[in-house]
């Protein structure tokens, strides 16, 4: 009896400690909102972007101190993704492979260029070897608690001995030459991607991939350890309509930006993407095909002038001629995203606009020219600053809210994040603006949410930084905003 008492309040103790815990959080950042209130980091940041706000919508604000600062004199490249998991833990995948030579100083030299000068392993001019104290590029995968503090880092040429050990070529595991989309799934599954070329575009320094190009995604376990691949690392492409080309009988994605897994079908959709033109989708036990479509919900149309190539020419000349409903998907096709009501959302960076679709109809051999909606699963699209060039669309997450009520754009031209309706797609107001100030974006690449409704943004183009807005306020969207989403402020 007296051990069942003990136990007892063992247990009691245990879930008022979480309870305390849980509370003590929820009042740090209600903390931390009112002081950056206080200093008027609120009202400076709305005065900044120079929007008002309709109907009503989560309010953000910058988090100065996150992440906390890495050991290890690490610093980190170009972000090509980010993730939460449902422990609320961020993961960011990053490119070290982008860090510049000053930071990476303490790289010393690891081989020679073709004149047989000293380089380090990113080819940068090592004469004398070591040439500063700081600093070092990360391992390409870094973990960090909601409070910013650094819990696991592994993977990726910056990762010592990982390629030698967890990762191995003799395995099948070939790890992308230039990291792009990453995600953990319902499981603790973690998948990651990648858009990198042949080594001769990166040039020849020790760090360069030596396969090829990226036609291929890896699934690993949170620790790191290497579970499979689907694709061939180094396949040529493009070919939109390939479904079991790759190894052990997977298709072959090419050059794939982004993915998602349904937690209640465990299939997989990748927005694959760059040099491909469709939703592939897999089961994400296996790898294996279950269908795949291109824009809206038909079978991906190929062709000269239809996305077979790299670009297909460039937005703006449709947009001039009045071409508002191009029926193919137009490089990158930038990322998949799935929201609890089943409507898969994908970003046509290229042709500016976000497709939405009904993810268990579509994937079907079907022919839907005139974008119908109704059809092959399409159910309608979203145009982004549809007036800018081509890429407008990078990609979307959800508010944390039942309904999940607001969708957050990320516009990589414009340098700004949308705040919309998700019910009726007008936009209720903004987040960011270009600069390089805290708060403000340069290329704002990937967006994610985790369980408080934070935001966290990361950037590539040199910019090279993840950062965290907390939420405030409103936990969803409601009323309505500008239909014109992304429109000029100042003209």
Request: aromatic content about 10%; charged content about 20%; proline content about 6%.
């Amino acid at each position: 009896m007296t051990n069942r008492i003990l136990t007892a309040a063992a247990r009691a103790l245990a879930f008022t400690a979480i309870t305390l815990s849980l509370a003590t959080a929820a009042h740090a950042q209600s903390t931390a909102v009112e002081a950056l209130q206080k200093a008027r980091t609120v009202e400076r940041l709305a005065e900044g972007m120079a929007v008002e706000k309709k109907g009503e919508a989560p309010g953000f604000v910058l988090d100065p101190a996150w992440p906390q600062p890495l050991p290890n004199n690490w610093v980190i490249g170009d972000v090509g993704g980010i993730a939460v998991d449902k422990h609320d833990q961020i993961w960011v995948y990053h490119r070290p492979r982008s860090v510049g030579s000053q930071d990476s100083g303490m790289l010393g030299a690891a081989g020679k260029d073709a004149k047989g000068n000293p380089i380090s392993v990113l080819g940068h001019p090592r004469p004398l070897g070591q040439i500063n104290g700081c600093c070092a590029p990360a391992p390409s995968i870094l973990v960090f608690n909601p409070a910013g503090k650094l819990i696991k880092a592994w993977g990726g040429p910056g990762d010592k001995d990982f390629l030698k050990t967890k990762c191995r070529e003799a395995d099948g595991c070939f790890w992308p030459a230039r990291e792009h989309g990453i995600y953990v799934d319902h499981n603790d599954f973690v998948y990651i991607a990648g858009n990198g070329q042949a080594r001769a575009f990166y040039g020849q320094y020790p760090w360069a991939s030596n396969f090829g190009d990226d036609s291929h995604i890896l699934k690993f376990k949170a620790d790191g350890t290497f579970v499979f691949q689907i694709g061939t690392a180094g396949a040529k492409g493009p070919n939109s309509n390939d479904t079991n080309g790759g190894v052990n009988g997977t298709p072959e994605p090419y050059w794939p930006a982004d993915m998602t897994v349904d937690p209640k079908t465990n299939l997989m959709y990748i927005a694959d993407g760059y040099g491909n033109r469709r939703v592939l989708v897999v089961d994400a036990a296996t790898g294996k095909y279950v269908g795949h479509f291109g824009a809206y919900g038909q079978n991906p149309v190929v062709g000269e002038n239809a996305g077979n190539t790299a670009y297909a020419g460039g937005w703006p000349d449709d947009y001039r001629a009045g071409k508002m409903k191009p029926n193919f998907f137009r490089s990158p096709l930038h990322c998949a995203r799935l929201a609890n009501d089943g409507l898969l959302y994908a970003c046509d960076r290229g042709n500016n606009r976000v497709q939405v679709f009904k993810a268990a109809e579509a994937g079907k051999p079907c022919s839907n020219p005139d974008g119908e909606a109704g059809k092959c699963g399409y159910v309608g699209e979203l145009f982004v600053a549809p007036q800018s060039i081509g890429g407008t669309s990078g990609t979307v997450n959800f508010s944390t809210d039942a309904k999940q009520s607001c969708m957050y754009v990320a516009d990589l031209v414009n340098d700004v994040i949308y705040v919309v309706n998700r019910q009726n797609m007008t936009e209720l107001t903004r987040v960011g603006g270009g600069g390089r100030q805290a708060g403000q974006f340069h290329w704002p690449h990937v967006v994610a949410n985790d369980s408080n409704g934070n935001m966290y943004v990361g950037e590539v183009d040199g910019a090279a930084r993840v950062q965290r807005f907390l939420r405030y306020g409103a936990t969803g969207c409601s009323g309505t905003g500008s239909a014109e989403v992304g429109k000029y402020l100042v003209q």
